[in-house]
């Protein structure tokens, strides 16, 4: 038996022995019914947090002030929450506060659908109380409770429905569809940061273009900052695509990606993916641009291009890169150091001007790699600055 079941089971069982009620619950029990592999088992028990800490090794408090914290078991994680029913919703998202209970029913009327609310106990059994394996048989995404409600508590529900049917395939429920509908407009009270994490697991998701076509089909997409017209194209094609190629095809029909949040490092390479998408897609790639790129970005720009219906020209990008005559500036067989043993040159700039012209030639095989071919061309070209820059001070 899988050794990660095994230790959960043994949590189960820890936590009755010791009086309270816990279960597997949500993701877990409904993968296992479908027979898909889960990265991690969240359990629901009457036990307080500062309970469950004082009873295992290795316990983080994860979400404490929402019942919940980590028990880490040979690198697989077990989320215990308590059991608890939530209080009033304000700004569509955050119970106003929440309330313990120790009543395993009011603590799956919280939960967003059917086929997220089954219960497994320490002895294996299943327990069943809104229809959920049937749910899951016939293949249904429907919120517990009526929807309208459900998503007027918390609207990231919605983009949640989504992210099932990406990861399953599912159909949404046709009541739950109206209210998706309806109420779509409340995505915007979501902050930027949760959408993302919905959009990227949608994105992923198998069923990636079943639930676009939801999305386009309810509206949603035009609640999410000027995406809506990539997420139709995207919708279209049958290719896999990171979740940042996602997004960078959505920036490439519209220039808003200003309104999303990425890290710094991802912005840069946006940034760059985007300028040369639109360098690249009606030119040809050069030696200069695959050595100022790399090999990734430029490649990651010709899948880009292809897809948009542009020329593929991978193969034409990796036999530049093999034949790239230089990889580093370093590799210079004259140097800016050269320049400043060789000339009264003190200005970095000057010298920095001097090597960039040096490197794109020698790169682009206007000239070959060789110190006196290279000296002689520097050595003129710091004379022209100098003469220039002295002209200037005059
Ligand atoms: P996945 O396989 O994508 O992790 P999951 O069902 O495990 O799916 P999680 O986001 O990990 O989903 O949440 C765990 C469980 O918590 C869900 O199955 C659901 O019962 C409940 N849940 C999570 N978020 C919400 C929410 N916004 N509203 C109601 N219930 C929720
Ligand atoms: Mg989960």
Redesign the pocket.
């Known amino acids: 038996m899988d050794k990660h079941f095994e230790n959960g089971i043994n949590i189960l069982k820890k936590l009755h022995d010791s009086g309270y009620e816990a279960f597997f ?4 029990v ?2 296992m019914l479908l027979n898909i592999k ?3 088992i ?1 359990i629901t028990t009457s036990a307080l947090p500062e309970e469950v800490i004082s009873l295992f090794k290795n316990v983080k408090e994860t979400g404490k002030k929402y019942g919940s914290v980590t028990i880490l078991k040979e690198e697989f994680k077990y ?1 215990v929450t308590t059991f608890r029913s939530d209080g009033e919703y304000y700004d569509n998202r955050h119970p106003e506060n929440v309330e313990y209970t120790t009543n395993l029913k009011s603590d799956l009327e ?4 059917t086929i ?2 089954l219960v497994m106990d320490s002895d294996e059994v299943i327990h069943d109380f809104y229809n959920s394996k049937e749910d899951i048989k016939s293949k249904i995404i429907k919120t517990i409770n009526d929807p309208f409600k459900r998503f007027e508590e ?1 609207s ?2 919605i983009l ?1 429905a989504f ?2 049917v990406s ?1 399953l395939g599912f159909n949404i429920d046709l009541k739950t569809l109206d209210a998706i509908k309806e109420l779509g407009y409340l995505i915007k009270n979501i902050s930027i940061e949760r959408v993302m994490v919905e959009l990227n ?1 949608i994105f992923r998701g198998k069923y990636r273009n079943k639930a676009l076509k939801y999305m386009i089909e309810t509206g949603i997409d035009k609640e999410l900052y000027g995406i809506s017209e990539g997420l139709s194209f995207i919708s279209n094609l049958d290719i896999e695509l990171e979740p940042l190629e996602a997004f960078i095809i959505c920036f490439i029909f519209n220039d808003i990606e200003d309104e999303w949040r990425f890290s710094n490092k991802h912005y840069r390479l946006i940034d760059q993916i985007l300028l040369l998408q639109e360098v690249t897609k009606d030119d040809v790639f050069n030696k200069f641009i695959v050595y100022v790129n790399g090999l990734d970005s430029c490649l990651l720009t010709n899948k880009l291009n292809v897809i948009l219906g542009y020329k593929d020209q991978e193969e034409l990008i990796r036999k530049l890169e093999r034949e790239l005559p230089i990889r580093d500036v370093c590799d210079l067989k004259f140097k800016g150091q050269d320049i400043l043993w060789l000339t009264t040159l003190k200005k970095k700039s000057v010298i920095g001007k001097v090597v960039d012209d040096l490197k794109f030639n020698v790169i682009m095989g206007y000239m070959p790699n060789d110190y006196d071919v290279l000296k002689e061309y520097a050595l003129k070209k710091v004379e022209e600055l100098q003469r220039e820059m002295g002209d200037k001070h005059e």
């Not at 619950?25 to 877990?28: H, M, N, P, S």
């Not at 919280?110 to 659908?113: G, P």
């Open positions: 619950v949500g993701g877990y409904r993968d889960s990265t991690d969240d989320e919280r939960r967003d659908f997220n609310a918390d990231l529900r949640r992210r099932f990861k697991k």
